[in-house]
């Protein structure tokens, strides 16, 4: 006899948990209950649902499963940074970081199992996409490391960004469930605030982020404000110019009144010139933005070089003077490969050699 596939429970809504049960013959609350326990309260095994009876607990068991995500070779940085692989049921695996600072515990989360973008100075970009995460295997990143930020440092929690492996806006559907299981009050009731979701910058879904009005922060990967230098090192640039991207922005900002965050990588002789810096000015005329600076983190293609920190400051210092919120952010967790676009890259490598 062929085993019964069964349904992932966190793929069904409120709504059809009620009427799962109706349909049993039990009553919906019973629906209600089983979606506090797993959303709410983040549970993960049937039977540790204790409000229900044995029969309940059967029935959910010959008919769903969980599929939750598994915590796997956890480092911890010098600098306190922790990064874990996460496997995923069908053995997959992504990548999610905890940044501790002074006043902040901040979660790196993946969306997608691997990329499709190629970005040429990032690690991720070299895997090929494999799929998309599911709003649970979302949801379930930001629980195990807000765990960590418990149990490491007695602090709960504060932000979120979607810069680890994947492209978010190419998940859509998946990360916008997810963020709405992590800020509901029927989930884990964070503050949509304190999210960012970060992009690559595809103009037809940031567009459509503002027509859902969405609560969290959007943060842009520019890196280069000149197509001919972005086409270089992001070829999603080819379909989504600048100029596409920058209305897509322009129009976002009108509807939810959120002032971008441009990331901006520095490359040695590459983006860190005093006209790169003004093509970037440029560019942030139009649309109300702060940039952040980034190191930028070998991965091991010996493309790029990190630009020396004399110009990264010069650079960062005629954007500041000409009215731009400017700030240089040094990178965190890089002796265990866990800075941005480092994750995956070691494991890649392993399988690439296989
Ligand atoms: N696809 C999304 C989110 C993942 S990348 C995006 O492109 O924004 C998260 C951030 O890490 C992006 O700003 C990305 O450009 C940056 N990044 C990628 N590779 C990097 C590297 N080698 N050094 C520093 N930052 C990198």
Redesign the pocket.
Known sequence: MLAKIKTDIRHLTLHELKEAFIAKGDKAFRGQQVYEWLWKKSCIHFDEMSNLNSETHQWLDENFVINAIKVEDKQISSDGTIKSGFRLHDGFLVEGVLIPADNRMTACVS?QVG?S?T?K?????TMTHERNLTPGEIYDQVVLIKEWAQTHYQKPLTNI????????LLNYNNVLKGIEKITSPEGLGMSSDRITV????IAKMIKRLADDNVKFNL???L?AANDIKRNQIMPINESNNLQAVGEALTYFYAKTKKRITF?Y?AFNNFNESLKDAKELLAFCKNIPAKVNI??????GNGQ?TKADSEKIDSFCAFLERNGIVARVRR?RGKDIDA????LANKKHEEAMVD
Do not use: D
């Open positions: 969306s990329c973008l970005c100075f990032c690690a991720t970009g960004v979607f810069m680890g492996m994947g492209e978010p970060s992009t690559a910058g943060a842009l990967s890196h990331e990588i980034i190191e930028y983190n070998p991965t790029f990178s800075a941005c676009g480092q």
